[in-house]
């Protein structure tokens, strides 16, 4: 079996980012998990090349239909292990096609945010949060997510983990928005296994739309810093792209020399 390969993904100043472990081998694509890698956390098994890549993404044998940090490990590892430098390389996931690559700034992804409605029923969510809710939607359909917008930071957040699975088969993604212009975010999925999910880039792409669609001054073209706030959640940078949302975020290969991605996100 191939030996694992761990990526840490969106780590920095006090944040220790997610931290992916990727099983690749060129052909035949992985068609089961094999035993030994069933009690494996964030685990990618990773197959193809020349230009298209397949990737599945599981947590302890059970299947992860996104993972926005994921698809940057495996940007990581094409640009580390496999010595090719992508460049919107196409990577097949459960959730649809995704493209990837790496440039001088760091590992990125382009990814197309799902639909999203109007939010409804905001007494149950102010109840939900007990803090006052601004705006939100829903994105996707009914296992998808809601997002939250709150008017007050998220450090010190609670929310109601038995009201939320019991209500409701969405994740829930709430934000707030700094002066500076970035964005605060947390992420809840305890119908999923985890009360708080630490760095999530896939939450991100969701929230980059609603902000591009709410406020578009302010984050239609610009770059958007989005800070995680959960012990181990990072620093993400996105941007707005027509119908779609490029994500980047700092790697680094644990089992070879760290290599820190450079950010210079002074472009308008």
């Given at each position: 079996?191939?030996?694992?390969?761990?990526?840490?993904v969106?780590?920095?100043?006090?944040?220790?980012?997610?931290?992916?472990?990727?099983?690749?081998?060129p052909?035949?694509?992985w068609?089961?998990?094999?035993?030994?890698?069933?009690r494996?956390?964030?685990?990618?098994?990773m197959?193809g090349?020349?230009?298209?890549?397949q990737?599945q993404?599981?947590?302890?044998?059970?299947?992860?239909?996104?993972?926005?940090?994921?698809?940057?490990a495996?940007?990581?590892?094409?640009n580390?292990?496999?010595?090719?430098?992508?460049?919107?390389e196409?990577?097949l996931?459960?959730?649809?096609?995704?493209q990837?690559?790496?440039?001088?700034?760091s590992?990125?992804?382009?990814?197309?945010?799902l639909?999203?409605?109007?939010?409804?029923?905001?007494?149950?969510?102010?109840r939900?949060?007990s803090?006052?809710?601004?705006?939100?939607?829903?994105?996707?359909?009914r296992?998808?997510?809601?997002?939250?917008?709150?008017s007050?930071?998220?450090?010190?957040?609670?929310?109601?983990s038995?009201?939320?699975?019991?209500?409701?088969?969405?994740?829930?993604?709430?934000?707030?928005?700094?002066?500076?212009?970035?964005?605060?975010?947390?992420?809840?999925?305890?119908?999923?296994?985890?009360?708080?999910?630490a760095?999530?880039?896939?939450?991100c792409?969701?929230?980059?739309?609603y902000l591009?669609?709410?406020?578009?001054k302010s984050?239609?073209?610009?770059?958007?810093?989005?800070?995680?706030c959960?012990?181990?959640?990072?620093?993400?940078?996105?941007?707005n792209?027509?119908?779609?949302?490029?994500?980047?975020?700092?790697?680094?290969?644990?089992?070879?020399?760290?290599?820190?991605?450079?950010?210079?996100?002074?472009?308008?």
């Amino acid at each position: 079996m191939p030996k694992l390969c761990t990526v840490d993904v969106f780590y920095g100043p006090q944040a220790l980012g997610n931290q992916h472990h990727i099983a690749y081998r060129p052909a035949p694509a992985w068609s089961e998990t094999p035993s030994q890698y069933q009690r494996v956390p964030n685990l990618i098994l990773m197959s193809g090349g020349s230009g298209a890549f397949q990737a599945q993404f599981l947590n302890y044998g059970r299947q992860v239909r996104r993972c926005g940090s994921g698809n940057l490990a495996v940007a990581a590892y094409i640009n580390e292990k496999l010595k090719t430098k992508p460049t919107n390389e196409l990577l097949l996931t459960p959730s649809g096609e995704i493209q990837l690559g790496f440039d001088h700034k760091s590992a990125y992804y382009l990814d197309k945010p799902l639909t999203q409605r109007p939010l409804r029923n905001f007494r149950f969510w102010r109840r939900l949060i007990s803090q006052p809710v601004i705006n939100g939607c829903y994105c996707g359909g009914r296992n998808d997510y809601v997002l939250l917008e709150l008017s007050q930071p998220l450090t010190q957040l609670s929310v109601n983990s038995g009201a939320l699975c019991q209500f409701s088969r969405r994740a829930l993604i709430v934000i707030y928005r700094l002066v500076s212009g970035a964005v605060q975010l947390r992420y809840f999925a305890p119908q999923y296994g985890e009360a708080e999910d630490a760095a999530t880039g896939s939450a991100c792409v969701q929230a980059a739309a609603y902000l591009r669609n709410q406020y578009p001054k302010s984050y239609a073209h610009q770059p958007i810093e989005i800070k995680q706030c959960s012990p181990a959640g990072g620093c993400l940078y996105l941007k707005n792209y027509q119908q779609q949302v490029l994500v980047r975020g700092r790697t680094a290969m644990r089992d070879s020399t760290a290599v820190c991605s450079s950010f210079d996100y002074t472009e308008k």
